[in-house]
């Protein structure tokens, strides 16, 4: 039986996956076309700027998906030594260490994004502004928070591993 989190958080892997894979495609096909066009002399302006930005949608928009994948390196050493309680409770401690760093990266990134918008901050070359992006990447990281909640419901569940 599926909760509307379990729901809500496996739409959201689809679409930060399509979001995150579009933007590396455009990464790459962009840079390829700039190297190809440095070739006859006509660099296009503002690729490092356009790459730089998508790079931030990259991450950003991964994050989420690589924990729900649980695609990161755990070191495993010292907790398979651990009893299944102090296993959950070691898991539980380390997700709510990082739901408090992300709530505090994505905080940080809606007031940067506040003070982009406010001073109408744009990139040097192509004038993109900066806010949009500050504020993606911190609502990612708001998912994030909700991906490391939907953990330790499952830890506590016995369903996690």
């Known amino acids: 039986m599926e909760n509307a989190l379990d729901v809500f958080l496996r739409a959201c892997k689809v679409v930060l996956n399509v979001i995150a894979s579009a933007a590396l495609t455009f990464m790459m096909f962009l840079t390829v076309a700039d190297i ?16 730089s930005l998508a ?19 755990y070191m495993e ?11 959950a409770i070691m898991n539980t401690c380390t997700r709510i260490v990082c739901i408090m760093l992300f709530a505090l990266i994505a905080y940080n990134l809606f007031s940067i994004g506040n003070e982009f918008h406010a001073s109408g901050e744009v990139s040097p070359t192509i004038k993109l502004p900066f806010f949009p992006i500050a504020y993606a990447v911190g609502v990612c ?8 909640v939907h953990d330790i419901v499952l830890i506590w569940r016995g369903q996690y591993e």
């Open 77 to 87: 050493i010292l907790v398979e030594k651990l009893s299944i309680r102090n296993k």
């Open 141 to 148: 990281c708001y998912i994030e928070c909700l991906v490391f």
């Open 36 to 51: 190809i066009m440095r070739a006859f002399g006509r660099p296009l302006v503002g690729t490092y700027e356009v790459v």
């Open 55 to 73: 790079l931030a949608l990259v991450i950003g928009f991964g994050i989420p998906r690589v924990s729900m994948d649980r695609g990161h390196v």
